[in-house]
């Protein structure tokens, strides 16, 4: 069955600090993968969606990669703030290609 | 992007009752779905609401348990039937236009977080 792992154990990092963030799959060949921030009691809000023959793409202070032979994708915010402290869910588009699925997200924290 | 509002943003019910959320959207949109999202876990998809016709549903949700209508391109409901404490979750909408390149993000609404007692 389609799998998404994400790190299942929070993120604590320093105030400037890079945070980097680790999304695996496994019996996928998906046509593109999504990361999405989602902060408590709200709904997912997207951040980055990148192709499956795009290697890495930027948003601001966000970078992210997808290599497709390691089924892996590295999601990056530079100079991070305590404002980025959220969790980051990664997500796949599912068999019939339109609904997505996620993985359990992983939980950032950035201290000052 | 589009502005999605759901209601009730939350409630309390007991078991055995049932409760309609609504979702609306702010301008026409192709596809939306319907989550789920229980205490500490991830996103579920429970289905494709279809306007016109009878939703989609995933493995393990059923039409009997959550009717979903969607009669317009901006509005559709989800109605969780003969609720137990299971149910107990967040239940997210979600738009998406199927377009061209880069088009294929999903907004979500603010979700309903609903505790049966």
């Known amino acids: 069955s389609q799998k998404i792992e994400q790190n299942s154990e929070a993120l604590n990092i320093q105030e400037g600090k890079t945070a980097t963030l680790t999304c695996n799959y496994t019996?996928?060949?998906?046509?593109?993968l999504q990361w999405y921030r989602q902060d408590p009691g709200r709904g997912p809000v997207f951040l980055l969606l990148?192709?499956?023959?795009?290697k890495e793409k930027r948003k601001e202070r966000l970078k992210v990669t997808f290599d497709t032979t390691l089924k892996q994708s590295l999601f990056h915010i530079t100079a991070s703030q305590p404002a980025d402290s959220a969790t980051y869910l990664c997500a796949l588009d599912m068999y019939s290609g339109y609904a997505l699925n996620f993985g359990k997200g992983t939980s950032l924290l950035v201290t000052p | 992007s589009a502005v999605i509002s759901q209601k009730p943003s939350r409630d309390i019910c007991q078991r055995g009752t049932s409760l309609t959320i609504q979702c609306q959207v702010d301008s026409q949109v192709t596809m939306m779905f319907w989550y789920r999202q229980q205490p500490g876990q991830s996103l579920t998809l429970i289905a494709t609401a279809n306007q016109g016709s009878e939703a989609t549903y995933e493995s393990g949700f059923v039409i009997d348990k959550f009717p979903i209508s969607r009669p317009n391109l901006t509005f559709s409901t989800l109605t969780v039937s003969n609720m137990s404490p299971e149910d107990s979750s967040i239940y997210l909408c979600s738009v998406m236009n199927r377009g061209g390149r880069g088009t294929d993000t999903q907004y979500f609404g603010p979700g309903t977080r609903l505790t049966v007692l």
């Open positions: 990148i192709r499956e023959n795009e």
């Open positions: 019996n996928y060949s998906p046509a593109y």
